[in-house]
């Protein structure tokens, strides 16, 4: 029961991990290219209105364990759902050039922070 409440988990946002694969071995996902529902969490409006496709992973551990089972339900499609918003957010404050070359690390970095903000302010027990 200690390493479920202990590892690390992840959330993707824009695409899915069918298989993760091996060494020699590719990973198999399900992406937006192939599946309206992923196109759906991928495709975002930038400042400049463009439209640009975001994939994100979200990687969390849990620590707070009665926060994480009792403040809310269905804790990775939440932290999906907030991780996409936040994602939106932000890609909108950039433009097309800025969301895909020049500010990705510091979007990275803003959609952390506003993402465990977010976490915090619902008590969802999350470290990320």
């Given at each position: ?32 290219k192939n599946d309206p529902d992923m196109l759906a ?18 990687m969390y551990r849990i620590g707070n364990l009665r ?5 809310v339900e269905e804790q990775d499609n939440t932290v ?49």
């Open positions: 029961m200690i390493d479920k409440v202990t590892r690390v988990r992840s959330v993707e946002v824009g695409f899915r991990t069918v298989h993760p694969g091996s060494p020699g071995r590719p990973g198999k996902y399900r992406e937006f969490e991928a495709k975002m409006l930038t400042g400049d209105e463009n439209i640009v496709n975001a994939e994100l992973v979200i926060d994480y089972l009792f403040n999906r759902i907030l991780a996409e918003a936040v994602l939106r957010q932000i890609v909108a404050d950039y433009g097309i050039d800025d969301a895909l070359i020049r500010t990705r690390v510091e979007m990275e970095v803003e959609t952390r922070a506003k993402l465990v903000a977010l976490a915090q302010h619902y008590g969802q027990g999350l470290v990320m």
